[in-house]
């Protein structure tokens, strides 16, 4: 028999605060945007990788490179961003809100560093560019053109300055549920160890 896989990523986990604010943002979008399936804000994090289903093996190769991948960072201060929407606005498929400061260049160097190291290991590079976000939804038909997502994502701005501050990396496992997925932390990687 073999052994269990379990769906994993690493990812910085966004504060209570900011959680709450990317919720309010998603209720003014909501009245604005159909044939959306909203991400719960309660389960937003910013995903730096995503493994997948992995082994138990894996899981270990994992903690022991991101751990030397993080040991001589130090805290990180972000801000909310702008709306943004993958692969382009004219066919959404999914509507994602920005992460921005100027620690972002040292989050890319991570994240790059996170990937080089893993792929010595056994781990494939992703290929698409790191672009800091929070995924606030998936659209539901997508490749249908949704007229006015740019025009909302050009207007929706918040004016307020909500930052945050992540001093750990923290390696999730993720059960896929008819409700959502349910997510539990396998490891943290505290920033300076």
């Not at 004016?159 to 396998?186: M, N, Q």
Request: net charge positive; no cysteine; glycine share 10%.
């Amino acid at each position: 028999m073999s052994e269990p896989l379990v769906r994993t990523f690493l990812a910085l986990e966004i504060p209570e605060e900011i959680r709450l604010r990317v919720g309010q943002i998603q209720g003014h979008l909501k009245k604005a945007l159909g044939g959306i399936r909203w991400v719960r804000p309660e389960g937003m994090h910013l995903t730096l990788k995503f493994f997948g289903d992995v082994s138990a093996a894996d899981i270990a190769a994992i903690e022991k490179t991101v751990s030397m991948s993080t040991d001589r960072m130090t805290s990180m201060t972000f801000s909310l961003g702008a709306l943004g929407t993958f692969p382009n606005a004219t066919r959404p498929r999914v509507l994602w809100l920005g992460i921005e400061g100027d620690d972002t260049i040292r989050l890319a160097e991570l994240q790059q560093r996170v990937e080089t190291n893993l792929e010595q290991v056994g781990f494939s590079k992703e290929k698409r560019f790191f672009t800091p976000h929070l995924t606030l939804g998936r659209i539901s038909s997508p490749g249908k053109k949704m007229l006015g997502i740019d025009t909302i994502m050009r207007d929706m701005r918040s004016p307020e300055i909500h930052s945050f501050r992540v001093d750990e990396l923290v390696l999730f496992k993720s059960e896929l549920k008819p409700t959502g997925a349910l997510y539990g932390k396998l490891a943290r990687f505290s920033f300076g160890g």
